[in-house]
């Protein structure tokens, strides 16, 4: 019974034997995530094209939500920069930044987003996230912190400009320059410049003076905090607000509100493939980080329950003023090394912000936008990976093909676009493989029963059976390229009277493979050669019984492949069986040779 | 150089050896086909929506593209029911019917398709469309076939109905059919049944009044133009038109047009997708007739020259006032049972089909449109194929829900959503069963030096080394799966201090699976577990050393199992050689059978 709750509401499992010291951990690792994750949270939904309040919105209940249901003790949840910069190109389709439609959109999105991660959580489909291969993932998430940092220059130029891929951004930047307010650009480029020094410097500077490594780090990532708080008081004494530096203005004070996603069943449909590429992409950040992390502490996660966790979270987020959340990166990594023992920790986060949502907003009005931009481009740089790039074309060409389609569709088409582009070419790559499979032609080594490649034993091959091994299952993709080779193989050599398939390695003939073989045994009948097949794997014969044409014209299904060269050849086999070679005549030769070249 | 010519203009290859003998053949197949076409193609025009001259036109020019680079003997192109019905739909997007912007966007339809038919060709990618398994592709056309049927029900119905689903068809139906116009509904109805008899009866009763079987062929071919001659006699000579029976009307006299397609940038970018899967689907029905039409006269053609002589069939219709055409069925059988032997059977159906467009235009005034419905109707209900339903279905469930859901993606989305749907959904399920590749713990095969599946065989397991065989190649789909599944099971018995990876059914490893691999070092290092890979394929190898910090990490590459054995575990190896089983640990046992429940 325990166990049943356990498995719905994780929650219960760390309740039970939750004590006063885990909640000492626990609170610490709080504190400092909460202090990251203001300025974050603000920054997040300017970028995501929504009112700074609705950041804070979605850094609450949400990861309240996700404590309940997620199986992983450390992961930060609430707005990151890739789903943030994915809601923007989402809704931005459908409604313009600032109105009323672009904030419903957004809580649409996110409560699809809730519902789709939960179906999956529940029938068990996070296989379908495996489809992101590691290449794809890691181009997508470099090409987008590059493009989320080209969408913020504005903001540190004082400029007006838009677009969504990196051309149309480029060329808004240059129409615009010359608008640049120096004020606010002096504010941005400080603020990116020390928050630059904070990031590379600082700690190793603390350190030096005697600063213990754990104080050093959180000290660090106050670095925004600073930053917001310096520019709000710059802006406040020097009026810059008045000398044209945007500032975030006034913010509502208050807990979340309750809102309720409208329905709108056009919307709806129109934003479904939305929310599948925004819950993929954020399910496999999240697991990966949530994974990489359990693993040092010998804790594991549960894929499905993770999903579960974060479907909750969306769910929360979309009936609390918020929009679409995931585990942040480095926000996860900063509440492990701070000491977060329990989601609990997750759970005095959002009362932090909480308490800053109802507080401290006010404080916020002549916070520059310069400022949460700097905050953002220090931030996503971080997530730039060229040296994942390089790794990947030494590894392997194809999966660098991968990679870069990903990359150059994000900049200059979308990021949908890039992700389904990248996924699209993994699978094709992946397919072509299979769909032209390793085959060899068999020969007997002489003294036993066993059956080797020809081009690598020396085997003793029959002159008028052709042997053939293919290392592949029989499916669409490669069923009529093989009813092609082996009809040629066959046919090149007239002394050959049968094909014997053997189907050792072949764990499934799909119905197009079924079709290839028939209609191969059609066209080899015609040409006087019989095919059979041989070492066929149980399920595999079970599904051939269920077809009466393929049962009606096939040859026989031979156990071994030995039993088969027995009875279709017993003078070959016998003179093998005592290793002794026939004398080869002239045509049996050629064939082998030829094959050789066929099969090179 | 000869045989250079004759790889980029297979033509040279026939008209070297062409005579009086083939000639004959030809142009008596020529005039069985172009009587069956006259009626189609004015049919099939209608069907995409398009003036009835296109369809001819279409039928003319492109035939002798065809035929020039074309590599089946007998394939007859031509304007078909599923490729039109697919043209209406993707032109019906952005143009109105009737509009000259309508049939500009039908000619940039076939240019794009022809393009990338011949791109396919050049670059060798027909390996594209064996992504379009058997049972999608059945189940495309017999859907199809449907979805024509019932959108030919206006015209015999004489009411005016629209919709491009099966369920805005049937809407439309209800809501007109009391407009119902009586003499139409006469003479589609009688045309219809007549051309069921001729298709059902009439060849097995001229046989039996003594015919020979050729000729009782022809003369059943001919019922579409006995029915389209008998109609227009009625409404010429009872007024019908008067009455409210719809005619073709004026069909302008003359040779097909020069006709420029129009270059606007984003209708080219807006048709790319529907001519590429109008291509593919074009390429695989056609390919799939002239291989099995070749194979009956032992002959071949070779698919990327298929791809080719497509590509200028369709480029040739896009200057020539036509819209996209590919090779059809019906036809290209008809064309072979006449006794066609060359591609030069199309160029003489071309120029009956191209008198016919400068003589007979005239006379086709008053032939009501619910003749070439009716023509249609019966036509593509035979395409329907309710027994490849029922076979896939027995076959194969995985098979049978690809194929459902492009059907019902046909009826109730539409037709380019169908094929996307049914191509998605194979390439899932394949990928779905890679992604849980089975695998097998080994034992050592007492008094040999074989491994086997502990579960199968009566072998000894080494106690401290897990050996473990994947037959699978290790890729993105199932990097993560096996990583986690080698983890828990070496974890599970704290005896186990070595894995050994059996590689040698591993063919590839991926960008992804090297990282999991890295992962899963790291993972098992921390439980103080190494991490060995045994008979590694030599391309594997090779790759894998191209990687740093893989090889910083792993423990050894053996090149056979035997080897890890007896360097990892030389006791028990010791004991299984001469054939002696060491006295199992209590430890050991319940391992295994925990991955009999594992595996299971």
């Not at 760390?14 to 400092?32: P, T």
Request: proline share 5%.
């Amino acid at each position: 019974m325990s166990s049943q709750v356990d498995h719905f509401l994780p929650c219960f499992g760390w309740l039970r034997r939750y004590n006063g010291e885990l909640l000492r951990s626990d609170a610490m690792a709080a504190v400092i995530v909460t202090i990251m994750l203001i300025p974050q949270s603000l920054a997040y939904a300017l970028l995501a094209g929504l009112p700074p309040q609705v950041g804070l919105y979605a850094s609450i209940l949400p990861l309240v939500g996700y404590a309940l249901f997620g199986s992983s003790n450390v992961l930060a949840v609430g707005p990151v920069a890739v789903v943030s910069l994915m809601t923007a190109a989402a809704v931005g389709q459908f409604a313009a930044v600032g109105t009323p439609e672009y904030l419903g959109a957004a809580l649409v999105l996110a409560l699809l987003s809730g519902l789709m991660l939960i179906s999956l959580g529940l029938l068990r489909l996070g296989f379908l996230a495996s489809l992101l291969s590691h290449p794809v993932i890691s181009g997508f998430i470099t090409a987008s912190g590059i493009l989320i940092a080209a969408s913020q220059l504005k903001h540190i130029f004082g400029i007006e400009a838009s677009g969504h891929t990196l051309l149309e951004l480029a060329q808004s930047l240059v129409a615009h320059i010359g608008e640049a307010n120096l004020p606010t650009l002096l504010i941005g480029g400080l603020a990116t410049l020390f928050l630059f020094w904070v990031r590379a410097q600082l700690k190793p500077l603390l350190k030096r003076f005697g600063c213990s490594d754990r104080l050093a780090d959180s000290f660090a990532k106050g670095g925004p905090v600073a930053a917001v708080i310096a520019t709000i008081l710059v802006v406040e004494f020097l009026s810059l607000d008045v000398a044209g530096v945007r500032v975030v203005g006034e913010i509502p004070k208050g807990l979340p509100p309750i809102s309720i996603p409208g329905f709108d069943p056009e919307l709806w449909r129109l934003l479904v493939p939305s929310a599948f590429l925004i819950s993929i992409v954020g399910f496999v950040e999240s697991v990966s980080v949530a994974q990489t992390l359990a693993a040092k502490r010998r804790e594991r996660i549960q894929p499905n329950r993770e999903l579960v966790g974060l479907g909750a979270a969306n769910i929360v987020s979309a009936f609390s003023g918020g929009y679409p959340v995931t585990g942040g990166f480095a926000r996860s990594v900063v509440n492990f090394d701070a000491g977060a023992r329990t989601p609990l920790a997750g759970v005095l986060t959002a009362v932090g912000i909480g308490l800053t949502a109802l507080l401290l907003t006010p404080l916020f009005h002549q916070l520059p936008k310069a400022t949460l931009a700097a905050t953002i481009l220090v931030a996503v740089l971080s997530l730039v990976d060229l040296g994942a790039i390089k790794r990947t074309w030494v590894y392997s060409k194809k999966d660098f093909s991968a990679m870069l389609a990903t990359i150059l569709t994000v900049w200059f088409v979308g990021v949908e676009a890039g992700i389904i582009a990248g996924v699209s070419l993994s699978v094709v790559l992946f397919l072509a493989r299979s769909a032209r499979p390793h085959f060899a032609r068999l020969g007997q080594v002489p003294g036993t029963h066993h059956f080797r490649n020809v081009k690598r034993h020396d085997v003793i091959a029959s002159p008028s059976v052709l042997s053939l091994r293919i290392d592949e299952s029989l499916y669409f993709a490669n069923a009529r390229w093989l009813e092609d080779k082996i009809y040629d193989m066959a046919v090149a050599d007239p002394q050959v009277r049968h094909v014997v398939l053997n189907c050792a390695a072949v764990n499934e003939i799909d119905a197009s493979a079924l079709e290839s073989l028939e209609a191969l045994i059609e066209r080899l009948e015609a040409a006087g050669v019989a095919l059979h097949l041989a070492e066929v794997k149980g399920p595999v014969t079970d599904k051939l019984r269920r077809s009466e044409s393929f049962c009606a014209h096939a040859g026989r299904l031979y156990l071994s492949h030995y039993d088969a060269l027995s009875e279709l050849d017993p003078a070959t086999t016998r003179a093998a069986d005592i290793g002794q070679r026939p004398n080869r005549s002239k045509a049996a030769m050629p064939l082998t040779l030829e094959q050789a070249q066929t099969l090179a």
